[in-house]
């Protein structure tokens, strides 16, 4: 299995590769090494190796000085050129450090002569199909619609990206994805001709109940996860000059833009900073809220299509939802009646429906509805489905790989 990520905080995968590993297959995950993680480690029944790049974290430190030394420049004279070159200097290294990358995970790939390979997104996509190769097997497991969702990335560039997806995906003995309207574009945009797999990323059922919340005079609305661009976080924040005097906002997580948004909360009693959780703890913290939320701006057709992990962890913390009125979203809030959308561009309608879903006798209703819709959305509804995939393909093996 290939991520670019660490492994530390990716419920998706984790929970394939401990799934896969309970049934009895040898899975190892291939990602990159960080200063927070080991090069080797062993977890829930699966190895994760770890490859070290220096050169990846010299171009993204380099990168990294650059933005901020030309920006605070910029910022003082004003010189949109100097912005301009600065992008496509920061566009190159990253094009650089993504090949270097990709070269270390591909040759760490190929020493585990496995039979079956995983890409996980379009970023290991081209290293599954190079480890598969013609005698092998490849799983393309899209998390999202990734080449939406780059932000600041010329049209072009994208396009060119769209069409390397083009030509790699059909190389793929299987695709999956995390929803049917993903899987229906997916197909669409690239002309499959074999169905979509779709694999929901339900967390498994808590093992214990959940608890009761000990109640208190203020409701709680919650958010927990990466502060990133384009989730309308800075929405959200906006939004609690409109609530309820017993509504208070709390924001659990990191992300790169935390000081931005602990600024734009400055002087806010309403709005709160919490620290972030382990990912195996996630839905038990929630359980001190009353409703958790889900602000992504329809900016793109990733974030439009989304399915995001914080979705289903509420749900199993027992909370009450609001979220942007976006397809998912969407068929999953208004199908159980387990909370109310918003239009996640307005602060204003933001407030209007946490002040509504926060009043005592809907919160009872919504909360009634989610706990018997919790064991709907959960990993072990999904898990036969991911076994089955992998299962079909290492049928297909009678032999062991011989020595390259």
């Not at 390397?164 to 793929?172: F, N, S």
């Not at 989610?370 to 489905?385: F, L, N, R, V």
């Amino acid at each position: 299995m290939l991520v670019t990520n660490d492994m530390l905080n990716d419920p998706r995968v984790a929970r394939h590769a401990e799934t896969l590993a309970d049934q009895g297959f040898k899975v190892t995950v291939i990602c990159p090494l960080t200063q927070r993680t080991t090069t080797r480690e062993t977890r829930d029944g699966y190895e994760i190796l770890r490859v070290r790049s220096p050169t990846c974290n010299y171009l993204s430190e380099l990168s990294h000085r650059i933005k901020s030394r030309v920006g605070n420049g910029a910022e003082q004279s004003g010189a949109p050129t100097r912005i301009g070159r600065t992008f496509l200097l920061r566009m190159i290294l990253a094009i650089v450090r993504i090949c270097a990358l990709q070269l270390k995970l591909m040759r760490a790939a190929q020493t585990t002569n496995a039979h079956v390979y995983c890409s996980n997104d379009f970023d290991t996509l081209l290293i599954g199909v190079l480890s598969a190769r013609f005698d092998r097997k490849l799983v393309y497991d899209s998390h999202e619609l990734w080449t939406d969702m780059l932000i600041g990335v010329p049209p072009f560039f994208k396009s060119v990206l769209r069409q390397v997806e083009k030509r790699l995906i059909k190389r793929a003995n299987v695709v999956a994805t995390v929803n049917e309207f993903i899987a229906r574009e997916l197909r669409s945009r690239y002309s499959l001709h074999r169905p979509v797999q779709v694999v929901y990323n339900y967390p498994n059922l808590p093992a214990t109940k959940t608890q009761m919340r000990t109640p208190h005079t203020m409701k709680r609305v919650l958010y927990q996860g990466r502060y990133s661009p384009e989730r309308g976080l800075e929405n959200l924040v906006r939004s609690s000059e409109f609530l309820l005097p017993d509504v208070e906002l709390a924001f659990r997580g990191c992300g790169e833009i935390e000081k931005e948004l602990r600024a734009l909360a400055s002087g806010r009693p309403a709005v709160r900073f919490e620290e972030p959780v382990k990912m195996e703890h996630l839905v038990e913290a929630a359980q001190d809220a009353d409703v958790g939320v889900v602000s992504y701006m329809p900016t793109n057709l990733c974030n439009y299509l989304a399915s995001p992990n914080k979705l289903f962890e509420y749900i199993h913390a027992g909370l009450a939802i609001a979220a942007s009125d976006m397809p998912f979203l969407r068929k999953v809030v208004l199908e159980d009646h387990i909370g109310l959308l918003f239009d996640p561009r307005d602060s204003r309608d933001i407030a209007r429906v946490l002040n509504l879903v926060t009043r005592p006798d809907a919160l009872e209703q919504f909360k009634k509805n989610i706990a018997s819709a919790a064991k709907k959305y959960s990993w072990e509804t999904q898990s036969p489905k991911l076994v089955r995939l992998y299962r079909e393909l290492a049928e297909q093996f009678s032999a062991p790989r011989p020595p390259a």
